[in-house]
């Protein structure tokens, strides 16, 4: 397996996550239209407030003693009225926007989820299990943070601005010279800046990654660590890449702030550029002083959008930045689908047949060469060897984990490449040598492979394993919540909950990866018939060191460098006094 | 918000520097419609062009004072916030790497990882935002205030009355939001959770074809996660439209009051038209640092979560350097045993009255069925936990009475689950010890790896894939073992180290260890017989108690249980003999 993908992280084109982005917001269509209706609401809200308030003073205008307080009460009500009404409006069009962020978090999670489902099992060999988590934990959470904030203020700012410059257009038609003068240096000018901080912004994410992947590896071994004593080592390793994090923000912020104020000192000297030629024009007798006051208004109401957007510049390349990163992972290539024929692999008499299987996890060093083999229904194959020589690589090509490099894998006759994977992996039953379980009860964790299990069912397998007296033990018994890592279960406990959670499904082909490994000779003893009553009517492969378990078997195979170098049952290769004879005397020296 | 004061603490000057950066931003930017209006009222009228021409170039010149003032102010906050934050995360993972066993199980991995990446960051976010937009708000507010009140006191006071209703009403809601938040990270816990388990378990899952269960898990969870953040975002969404309708029934009110002051004579309505105006500017401030507050509910559950992390209490603690040891000091080192438990138990992981002693140089097999607690004897001896009673002593002196730094470096350990990195064989025999290359390479050869190492194209050098999911499990067993052997310990303990290797291999690795490391204590915990055969001492368990200890001789007569357990696999060398 290569190390870690080094895979090119140039910036793609800033159109790409853009585009895709605003595809999962457009999907809340409903959302977003309400947003524009309400925040074009609001937007006239805003100029018929003061509108009520000047008809309330213009009758107050009439000065001591003057006043119409029956007038001003109507107008004072209305504005009251008015102003709920407008408060109810905000307050719907930020749920509205808060929900939408959330829902495309909440779309991108599931998304990436499904895609980490499909992905080949050699992604999780090649990739930090911490800068995967991070495209959820970081990238998603500063997407939602910015479609939830970013696209409310986009929307209202976008609806001012239009209607400022409508406003100034009717009003003066020389003035907005200075205006078109000053918008495109604005728009420009991002162009550039954005060309420039993009490649930043999409660094920082990648150092986020790079320092989560590191901090996750760090914390799954930190009992290691500890009992190395070399906590201040890693420390030091760590400020490395938090360091490198840290700067990767800075600079990144270095550049993007400079945006907010350089667009906010574009909209300021087009005001004062309005001042200058608007006095002008008043002098040369072009235009009222009415008219350039509120063309003034009116472009400060449209700066004020546009400033607010530029503020937000940083937090939308950031959001781009990190949608980048989950697209990046949207778009890593999949299992290979299973072909529109694909076979559903059903009603399984369970025939195995290696054709001159060859496979290397890396180009040029096989670990697999040319291997053959038959396997009829119903039988047993024990496969022995030296750790490393490729054990269980024949079960993650079995398994199509990883598919064959040459040669062909059949069962019934058909090439599993020709089966749905889903059909092929539903044919065996598996109990490795990593051992897995998951934050849930014991009952849970046992149940895992078939929900139908009854209470009886459950209770003979659990005793069959020999995990009666634990499981009584613990304080809720079955419902007793056990974790990966947790200390409440050993590594031996786990390996005979995998069996009993293997005892519970019944397929027509079975591997045992090291199986028993972890579990003390004794108990694998008793529950050896347990084992055997698995073992049923099954093509089994078995790999195993302790030579004990696989002497019944009907063939053992002796891997050597990824080929076969002993063949036969256990009588017969020990008659042959080869390798396999001198791996079983050696284990009672 | 404790955590987030004491991280800023440090950078008080350039925070100062910063917040007099933005005031002269503000400032200077609102000097430019100041003086537009000044232009506009009073210049332009008296058609002077050469005042107007010259008022523009104050303003531009503004204009150039308030970008350069706010680039400078917001790059030293961007700094500012870049160095807290770092040092935060900086904390988290110290406090992390020296979290005591049982600290650790408690406050779980997912939720660890969840703390470094997703709540620093929002701790982060609001470091910078509140330092470049938590000037200008404050100072609008305060200028609005003023100025408003040199134009009409009784005016003024209706609004300085609001003020506190409107605090009341921020704080009051922030407090509300913080634990809103809080849950809405501890569903983010269970994602990383969910997700650390699928990367984890990918086989069995592929295997059993749970992807549907294992979908419908995670969309369940991401689901709640959406919910509880919606839930949140409503309530902190509530501030803004309340305090706006305040506001405005205050502005409708100061029309009101406006109208009885006008009638009777004692205001002009300007007065009124200009009020209106400063309201507006007032409303914009109070918005603004409503909006600071949101963000800090927000940041606030985060920087909550990472402050109970840093503030937890180990357990298990170095005792101050000059406790007395409990030893006379002459007596020091000099003790013979390398390793003395003496009546230790531990009520929560099932051990009860464990005694043995174990000379320097010498032996121990520990031997038993699964889940008996012999890997807890392991966790005592290094003091990941503390025994609820009795002593455990390490060259004559109690474990307590060393640092932990002292009392591990004594000792070259594997675990039943032990890591490798995704880093070149030498780091992961290294492991940050700056060994010499030979003992590498001394440490590989009697771990029986070195002809593996030799045999690839880049050798020591060689980059181990994540977990060395590129080596088989006898060869993940044996470069631990090669690590544990490198340091040049005083005891080595192999926890089921070699239940992936083949016999003889095993064999191998016993016999260099009895070889070449002659004065090493060696604890090897084992579940076959032969493994522990030729120690000088075991101790066979179960349940939690010593049912036999001697060695092999004296168990084969006294413990029925070794004797069993040997039968068993010497029926099967009987066997192998009549084979033959």
């Given at each position: 397996m290569p190390p870690i993908s080094s895979k090119t992280d140039r910036p793609k084109d800033k159109k790409g996550a853009m585009v895709r982005l605003t595809s999962y917001i457009i999907k809340y269509r409903v959302y977003l239209f309400a947003a524009v209706i309400l925040g074009t609401a609001g937007n006239v809200a805003a100029l018929v407030g003061p509108m009520i308030a000047g008809k309330a003073i213009d009758v107050i205008s009439a000065g001591k003693g003057n006043v119409n307080f029956n007038k001003v009460m109507f107008y004072v009500v209305c504005l009251f009225i008015f102003y709920i009404i407008s408060s109810v409006m905000t307050y719907i069009l930020s749920t509205i926007m808060i929900k939408l962020g959330r829902k495309v978090a909440n779309d991108m999670r599931k998304e990436v989820f499904a895609k980490l489902l499909k992905l080949p099992?050699?992604?999780?060999?090649?990739?930090?299990?911490?800068?995967?988590?991070?495209?959820?934990?970081?990238?998603?959470?500063?997407?939602?943070?910015?479609?939830?904030?970013?696209?409310?203020?986009?929307?209202?700012?976008?609806?001012?601005?239009?209607?400022?410059?409508?406003?100034m257009f009717v009003i003066s038609r020389k003035l907005i010279v200075v205006q078109l003068i000053t918008l495109p240096?604005?728009?420009?000018?991002?162009?550039?800046?954005?060309?420039?901080?993009?490649?930043?912004?999409?660094?920082?994410?990648?150092?986020?990654?790079?320092?989560?992947?590191?901090?996750?590896?760090?914390?799954?071994?930190?009992?290691?660590?500890?009992?190395?004593?070399?906590?201040?080592?890693?420390?030091?390793?760590?400020?490395?890449?938090?360091?490198?994090?840290?700067?990767?923000?800075?600079?990144?912020d270095y550049y993007g702030t400079i945006i907010g104020p350089s667009i906010g000192f574009i909209n300021n000297f087009s005001l004062a550029l309005i001042g200058v030629f608007g006095s002008l024009l008043y002098i040369a007798c072009k235009g009222s002083l009415g008219q350039i006051s509120s063309f003034i208004l009116y472009s400060r109401k449209f700066s004020g959008p546009v400033n607010e957007v530029a503020n937000m510049y940083n937090e939308i390349l950031s959001a781009l930045a990190a949608a980048e990163r989950v697209f990046r992972l949207l778009d890593e290539e999949e299992e290979t689908p299973d072909g529109r024929e694909a076979k559903v692999l059903k009603e399984v008499k369970g025939e195995v047949l290696f054709e001159n299987v060859t496979f290397g996890y890396e180009e040029n060093e096989t670990v697999i060469n040319d291997f053959s083999l038959t396997v009829k229904p119903g039988k047993v194959v024990a496969i022995v060897g030296a750790t490393g020589a490729g054990k269980t690589t024949l079960i993650n090509l079995l398994m199509r984990f990883y598919d064959v490099d040459g040669g062909s894998?059949?069962?019934?006759?058909?090439?599993?490449?020709?089966?749905?994977?889903?059909?092929?992996?539903?044919?065996?039953?598996?109990?490795?040598?990593?051992?897995?379980?998951?934050?849930?009860?014991?009952?849970?964790?046992?149940?895992?492979?078939?929900?139908?299990?009854?209470?009886?069912?459950?209770?003979?397998?659990?005793k069959a394993c020999n995990l009666e007296y634990y499981i009584n033990n613990m304080p809720e018994g079955y419902d007793t919540l056990i974790r990966e890592g947790g200390n409440n279960i050993s590594k031996g406990q786990k390996q005979l909950l995998t069996i009993a959670r293997a005892m519970l499904i019944n397929k027509h082909m079975l591997i045992l990866d090291e199986a028993t490994s972890n579990v003390d000779t004794r108990t694998e003893k008793e529950i050896e018939n347990a084992m055997l009553k698995l073992m049923e009517n099954k093509t089994c492969f078995v790999i195993a060191h302790r030579l004990s378990t696989i002497e019944n078997a009907d063939v053992i195979l002796v891997l050597k460098d990824g080929v076969i170098s002993e063949q036969g049952t256990h009588r017969e290769l020990l008659e042959k006094g080869g390798m396999y004879y001198n791996m079983y005397i050696s284990q009672y020296r | 918000m404790k955590l987030m004061l004491r991280f800023m603490k440090p950078y008080t000057a350039r925070i100062i520097i910063t917040v007099i950066l933005k005031f002269l931003a503000v400032i200077s930017e609102l000097f430019i419609p100041y003086t537009l209006e000044y232009v506009i009222d009073d210049i332009a009228p008296t058609k002077n062009m050469k005042l107007v021409a010259l008022y523009g170039i104050v303003m531009v010149v503004f204009a150039v004072l308030g970008l350069f003032f706010n680039v400078m102010g917001n790059r030293m906050a961007t700094y500012t916030s870049k160095n807290a934050i770092r040092n935060v995360r900086s904390e988290l993972f110290e406090k992390t790497m020296f979290l005591g066993g049982e600290e650790f199980d408690r406050a779980s991995l997912p939720s660890v990882i969840s703390r470094m990446t997703s709540d620093s960051y929002n701790v982060q976010s609001f470091l910078g935002i509140v330092q470049r937009m938590g000037v200008r708000a404050p100072i609008m507010l305060l200028g609005g205030i003023i100025i408003a009140g040199r134009m009409d006191i009784s005016l003024t006071l209706v609004l300085l009355c609001m003020i506190p209703v409107l605090a009341f009403i921020i704080i009051f809601i922030s407090k509300k939001g913080i634990p809103m938040f809080r849950k809405v990270q501890g569903m983010l816990d269970g994602i990383v959770c969910i997700m650390r388990e699928n990367i984890s378990g990918v086989r069995v899952i592929r295997a059993l074809s749970k992807h549907y269960y294992e979908k419908d898990r995670f969309e369940k969870q991401s689901d709640a996660l959406a919910?509880?953040?919606?839930?949140?975002?409503?309530?902190?969404?509530?501030?803004?439209?309340?305090?706006?309708?305040?506001?405005?029934?205050?502005?409708?009110?100061?029309?009101?009051?406006?109208?009885?002051?006008?009638?009777?004579?004692?205001?002009?309505?300007?007065?009124?038209?200009?009020?209106?105006?400063?309201?507006?500017?007032?409303?914009?401030?109070?918005?603004?640092?409503n909006r600071i507050f949101i963000l800090y509910s927000k940041a606030g559950a985060s920087a909550d979560r990472i402050d109970d992390l840093l503030s937890i209490k180990n357990s298990v603690e170095d005792l101050p350097e000059d406790a007395n040891d409990g030893t006379d000091s002459s007596k020091n080192d000099g003790s013979d045993y390398a390793i003395i438990f003496d009546k230790v138990s531990i009520d929560k992981m099932g051990l009860k009255d464990i005694s043995f002693k174990v000379k320097k140089g010498q032996s121990?097999?520990?031997?038993?069925?699964?889940?008996?607690?012999?890997?807890?004897?392991?966790?005592?001896?290094?003091?990941?936990?503390?025994?609820?009673?009795?002593?455990?002593?390490?060259?004559?002196?109690?474990?307590?009475?060393?640092?932990?730094?002292?009392?591990?470096?004594?000792?070259?350990?594997?675990?039943?689950?032990?890591?490798?990195?995704?880093?070149?064989?030498?780091?992961?025999?290294?492991?940050?010890?700056?060994?010499?290359?030979?003992?590498?390479?001394?440490?590989?050869?009697?771990?029986?790896?070195?002809?593996?190492?030799?045999?690839?194209?880049d050798k020591y050098q060689h980059i181990l894939a994540i977990k060395g999911m590129n080596l088989s499990g006898g060869q993940r067993q044996r470069m631990l073992v090669a690590r544990a052997l490198a340091g040049g310990s005083e005891i080595i303990i192999l926890d089921d180290s070699s239940s992936a290797l083949d016999y003889r291999t095993d064999a191998r690795l016993r016999e260099n260890l009895k070889k070449n490391y002659p004065h090493v204590t060696n604890v090897m915990i084992a579940q076959r017989v032969s493994s522990v055969r030729d120690m000088n001492s075991i101790i066979v368990m179960d349940k939690g108690r010593i049912i036999g200890y001697g060695d092999h001789e004296s168990l084969m007569e006294n413990c029925e249980t070794y004797r069993e357990t040997y039968n068993m696999q010497m029926g099967e060398e009987m066997c192998n003999a009549a084979n033959q």
């Amino acid at each position: 397996m290569p190390p870690i993908s080094s895979k090119t992280d140039r910036p793609k084109d800033k159109k790409g996550a853009m585009v895709r982005l605003t595809s999962y917001i457009i999907k809340y269509r409903v959302y977003l239209f309400a947003a524009v209706i309400l925040g074009t609401a609001g937007n006239v809200a805003a100029l018929v407030g003061p509108m009520i308030a000047g008809k309330a003073i213009d009758v107050i205008s009439a000065g001591k003693g003057n006043v119409n307080f029956n007038k001003v009460m109507f107008y004072v009500v209305c504005l009251f009225i008015f102003y709920i009404i407008s408060s109810v409006m905000t307050y719907i069009l930020s749920t509205i926007m808060i929900k939408l962020g959330r829902k495309v978090a909440n779309d991108m999670r599931k998304e990436v989820f499904a895609k980490l489902l499909k992905l080949p099992v050699s992604y999780f060999d090649n990739n930090q299990t911490g800068d995967i988590i991070s495209r959820v934990s970081y990238d998603i959470d500063v997407i939602n943070t910015s479609v939830s904030a970013d696209v409310t203020q986009l929307i209202t700012s976008i609806i001012t601005i239009v209607g400022s410059f409508i406003m100034m257009f009717v009003i003066s038609r020389k003035l907005i010279v200075v205006q078109l003068i000053t918008l495109p240096a604005s728009i420009l000018y991002t162009r550039y800046m954005t060309k420039r901080t993009r490649p930043l912004f999409s660094a920082r994410s990648k150092k986020y990654g790079q320092m989560n992947g590191f901090t996750e590896e760090m914390f799954t071994g930190q009992k290691t660590i500890a009992a190395y004593a070399k906590e201040d080592v890693m420390i030091k390793r760590f400020e490395k890449y938090n360091e490198a994090a840290a700067d990767g923000y800075y600079n990144a912020d270095y550049y993007g702030t400079i945006i907010g104020p350089s667009i906010g000192f574009i909209n300021n000297f087009s005001l004062a550029l309005i001042g200058v030629f608007g006095s002008l024009l008043y002098i040369a007798c072009k235009g009222s002083l009415g008219q350039i006051s509120s063309f003034i208004l009116y472009s400060r109401k449209f700066s004020g959008p546009v400033n607010e957007v530029a503020n937000m510049y940083n937090e939308i390349l950031s959001a781009l930045a990190a949608a980048e990163r989950v697209f990046r992972l949207l778009d890593e290539e999949e299992e290979t689908p299973d072909g529109r024929e694909a076979k559903v692999l059903k009603e399984v008499k369970g025939e195995v047949l290696f054709e001159n299987v060859t496979f290397g996890y890396e180009e040029n060093e096989t670990v697999i060469n040319d291997f053959s083999l038959t396997v009829k229904p119903g039988k047993v194959v024990a496969i022995v060897g030296a750790t490393g020589a490729g054990k269980t690589t024949l079960i993650n090509l079995l398994m199509r984990f990883y598919d064959v490099d040459g040669g062909s894998i059949k069962i019934d006759g058909t090439d599993i490449r020709e089966y749905t994977r889903d059909s092929l992996r539903n044919a065996f039953t598996m109990v490795l040598q990593d051992t897995w379980v998951f934050g849930g009860t014991i009952r849970e964790n046992l149940v895992y492979g078939n929900e139908n299990v009854t209470d009886d069912m459950l209770k003979e397998a659990v005793k069959a394993c020999n995990l009666e007296y634990y499981i009584n033990n613990m304080p809720e018994g079955y419902d007793t919540l056990i974790r990966e890592g947790g200390n409440n279960i050993s590594k031996g406990q786990k390996q005979l909950l995998t069996i009993a959670r293997a005892m519970l499904i019944n397929k027509h082909m079975l591997i045992l990866d090291e199986a028993t490994s972890n579990v003390d000779t004794r108990t694998e003893k008793e529950i050896e018939n347990a084992m055997l009553k698995l073992m049923e009517n099954k093509t089994c492969f078995v790999i195993a060191h302790r030579l004990s378990t696989i002497e019944n078997a009907d063939v053992i195979l002796v891997l050597k460098d990824g080929v076969i170098s002993e063949q036969g049952t256990h009588r017969e290769l020990l008659e042959k006094g080869g390798m396999y004879y001198n791996m079983y005397i050696s284990q009672y020296r | 918000m404790k955590l987030m004061l004491r991280f800023m603490k440090p950078y008080t000057a350039r925070i100062i520097i910063t917040v007099i950066l933005k005031f002269l931003a503000v400032i200077s930017e609102l000097f430019i419609p100041y003086t537009l209006e000044y232009v506009i009222d009073d210049i332009a009228p008296t058609k002077n062009m050469k005042l107007v021409a010259l008022y523009g170039i104050v303003m531009v010149v503004f204009a150039v004072l308030g970008l350069f003032f706010n680039v400078m102010g917001n790059r030293m906050a961007t700094y500012t916030s870049k160095n807290a934050i770092r040092n935060v995360r900086s904390e988290l993972f110290e406090k992390t790497m020296f979290l005591g066993g049982e600290e650790f199980d408690r406050a779980s991995l997912p939720s660890v990882i969840s703390r470094m990446t997703s709540d620093s960051y929002n701790v982060q976010s609001f470091l910078g935002i509140v330092q470049r937009m938590g000037v200008r708000a404050p100072i609008m507010l305060l200028g609005g205030i003023i100025i408003a009140g040199r134009m009409d006191i009784s005016l003024t006071l209706v609004l300085l009355c609001m003020i506190p209703v409107l605090a009341f009403i921020i704080i009051f809601i922030s407090k509300k939001g913080i634990p809103m938040f809080r849950k809405v990270q501890g569903m983010l816990d269970g994602i990383v959770c969910i997700m650390r388990e699928n990367i984890s378990g990918v086989r069995v899952i592929r295997a059993l074809s749970k992807h549907y269960y294992e979908k419908d898990r995670f969309e369940k969870q991401s689901d709640a996660l959406a919910e509880s953040d919606i839930k949140a975002g409503m309530v902190m969404a509530l501030p803004n439209p309340v305090m706006t309708l305040f506001l405005n029934t205050g502005l409708t009110l100061i029309i009101l009051i406006g109208a009885y002051r006008v009638n009777s004579g004692v205001m002009k309505t300007g007065v009124i038209l200009a009020f209106l105006t400063y309201f507006n500017m007032i409303m914009q401030a109070v918005m603004g640092i409503n909006r600071i507050f949101i963000l800090y509910s927000k940041a606030g559950a985060s920087a909550d979560r990472i402050d109970d992390l840093l503030s937890i209490k180990n357990s298990v603690e170095d005792l101050p350097e000059d406790a007395n040891d409990g030893t006379d000091s002459s007596k020091n080192d000099g003790s013979d045993y390398a390793i003395i438990f003496d009546k230790v138990s531990i009520d929560k992981m099932g051990l009860k009255d464990i005694s043995f002693k174990v000379k320097k140089g010498q032996s121990l097999g520990i031997i038993g069925s699964t889940g008996c607690g012999k890997t807890t004897i392991l966790n005592l001896l290094l003091r990941f936990y503390d025994p609820d009673s009795g002593t455990i002593s390490i060259d004559g002196k109690p474990v307590k009475y060393y640092s932990r730094k002292a009392l591990r470096q004594k000792f070259g350990v594997v675990f039943q689950n032990d890591i490798i990195f995704n880093d070149t064989i030498y780091e992961n025999i290294d492991f940050g010890r700056n060994l010499d290359k030979k003992d590498i390479e001394k440490g590989a050869q009697n771990a029986e790896i070195a002809d593996y190492i030799e045999g690839l194209p880049d050798k020591y050098q060689h980059i181990l894939a994540i977990k060395g999911m590129n080596l088989s499990g006898g060869q993940r067993q044996r470069m631990l073992v090669a690590r544990a052997l490198a340091g040049g310990s005083e005891i080595i303990i192999l926890d089921d180290s070699s239940s992936a290797l083949d016999y003889r291999t095993d064999a191998r690795l016993r016999e260099n260890l009895k070889k070449n490391y002659p004065h090493v204590t060696n604890v090897m915990i084992a579940q076959r017989v032969s493994s522990v055969r030729d120690m000088n001492s075991i101790i066979v368990m179960d349940k939690g108690r010593i049912i036999g200890y001697g060695d092999h001789e004296s168990l084969m007569e006294n413990c029925e249980t070794y004797r069993e357990t040997y039968n068993m696999q010497m029926g099967e060398e009987m066997c192998n003999a009549a084979n033959q």
